[in-house]
């Protein structure tokens, strides 16, 4: 699936609310980003055992084994009523033009070279129960464009379409799913983009690969 670029980003928040944590752009890769060929045995040996305890998400991982756009896989994420077990799937990344991007900060200059992206992913409550108070799986999600993580939005707009604001979700039951997207900042004309979302005490992502357009 391709991310579209529209003038999405007129649905923003007001720019009083936003507040943007750059520091990871153009940073180092993050360590718990699987990249084909290059894991240690020390590393593949602490996944593993992460593996056994019911930690790690399971689905393809990283590298060619990257999950599709819409395509589904399964990890625990700890919420204030308990360990729950989520269906996560990225469905789609929707991304703004750099004009857009400046008028979301306060600082328009902090906002050079870079557009925001949004990724739209469907959890799944696979249960044991109830997902009670404010649902915290979201934070799970990441976005990178061409290897580094982009700078996550504060404050980012969740009046968009298609997107549900968590605070507007009561006593998530066992079956039931809910579209919660994440806005980062990433660079103008990045060449690819993945969607990451780790599992609560996973060393390892589930990823989803996108291919820009243009």
């Known amino acids: 699936m391709l991310h579209t670029r529209t003038p999405w980003l007129r649905a923003a928040a007001p720019v009083a609310v936003l507040a943007l944590a750059l520091t990871a752009c153009g940073g180092k890769q993050d360590a718990s980003v699987s990249t084909t060929g290059s894991a240690t045995d020390d590393a593949q040996t602490s996944a593993e055992a992460a593996a056994k305890t019911g930690t790690e998400p399971t689905g393809p991982v990283g590298g060619d084994g990257a999950l599709a756009p819409g395509q589904s896989g399964t990890g625990p994420y700890r919420e204030?009523?308990?360990?729950?077990?989520?269906?996560?799937?990225?469905?789609?990344?929707?991304?703004?033009?750099?004009?857009?991007?400046?008028?979301?900060?306060?600082?328009?200059?902090?906002?050079?070279?870079?557009?925001?992206?949004?990724?739209?992913?469907?959890?799944?409550?696979?249960?044991?129960?109830?997902?009670?108070?404010?649902?915290?799986?979201?934070?799970?999600?990441?976005?990178?464009?061409?290897?580094?993580?982009?700078?996550?939005?504060?404050?980012?707009?969740?009046?968009?379409?298609?997107?549900?604001?968590?605070?507007?979700?009561?006593?998530?039951?066992?079956?039931?799913?809910?579209?919660?997207?994440?806005?980062?900042?990433?660079?103008?004309?990045?060449?690819?983009?993945?969607?990451?979302?780790t599992a609560d005490g996973a060393t390892t992502p589930l990823v989803w690969k996108f291919t820009p357009t243009g």
């Open 80 to 197: 204030e009523s308990g360990k729950i077990t989520y269906e996560v799937a990225a469905q789609k990344v929707r991304v703004g033009t750099e004009a857009d991007a400046k008028k979301m900060v306060q600082d328009p200059k902090n906002a050079n070279g870079l557009v925001a992206a949004t990724a739209y992913v469907k959890y799944t409550n696979k249960g044991p129960d109830v997902v009670k108070g404010l649902a915290k799986v979201a934070n799970g999600a990441e976005i990178y464009a061409d290897g580094q993580r982009g700078g996550l939005l504060i404050g980012s707009p969740g009046n968009l379409p298609g997107c549900e604001d968590p605070v507007d979700i009561d006593d998530w039951q066992v079956g039931e799913s809910h579209v919660i997207c994440q806005t980062y900042m990433i660079p103008k004309g990045a060449r690819s983009l993945e969607v990451h979302w």
